[in-house]
């Protein structure tokens, strides 16, 4: 997975590193495996003067789909941001519906900040992290998806995206070749 390129405006947008979404499982990688590599990328944006952006969701896009999440209740604090990188955030950003950017102020942060390309990390690979590539992608910026900081709670579905999607749309990296790359900038 070679990245080739990172711009000298380039922002973390990391996903739903929230109390709620990381108490289930996730595969190929847990939510803790996320948040440790994930916290390791955003320190070394800090290190490197780039921003970090934490998105969270808060509830559901309007709209009847065939999924709902049942008749349950959530607890008060679902929505917090893990506390391994809630002190890491430039910009918070909370969101309604899969994608970071429809619905909330995303691009105009980004584009005050003349970022040209977003690295993303999170859960879920299908839905909020896959949306957000996917928005990024139509809106011009350079997409970098972080393939090990990525999780799904389906293995053949995060394997798919991250195969046969993600290509598509920009970079797939690893956490290690884009720490070499942040490296390399300071």
Sequence with gaps: MPLTQLD?????????????????????HS?????????????????SGLPVVLVNVSGGAPGRTDTRL???SLPPDWTEIVPELKD???HIVTKQRPGAFHGTAL?????QHHIT???LTGIATTIGVEATARSA????????????AISDRVADHHRHSVEHVFPRLGEVTNTDELLKFLEMKR
């Design 8 to 28: 000298s405006t380039t922002a973390l947008v990391v996903i739903d590193l929230q109390k709620g979404i990381v108490a289930g499982p996730t595969v190929p």
């Design 88 to 90: 890491l955030a430039d």
């Design 117 to 119: 390309q977003i690295v």
């Design 70 to 72: 049942g008749n349950f």
């Design 31 to 47: 939510a803790a495996e996320v948040i440790e590599r994930t916290g390791r990328i955003a320190r070394a944006f800090r290190q």
């Design 107 to 111: 691009d105009e942060y980004l584009r």
């Design 137 to 148: 992608f139509d809106l011009g910026y350079h997409v970098t998806l972080v393939a090990d």
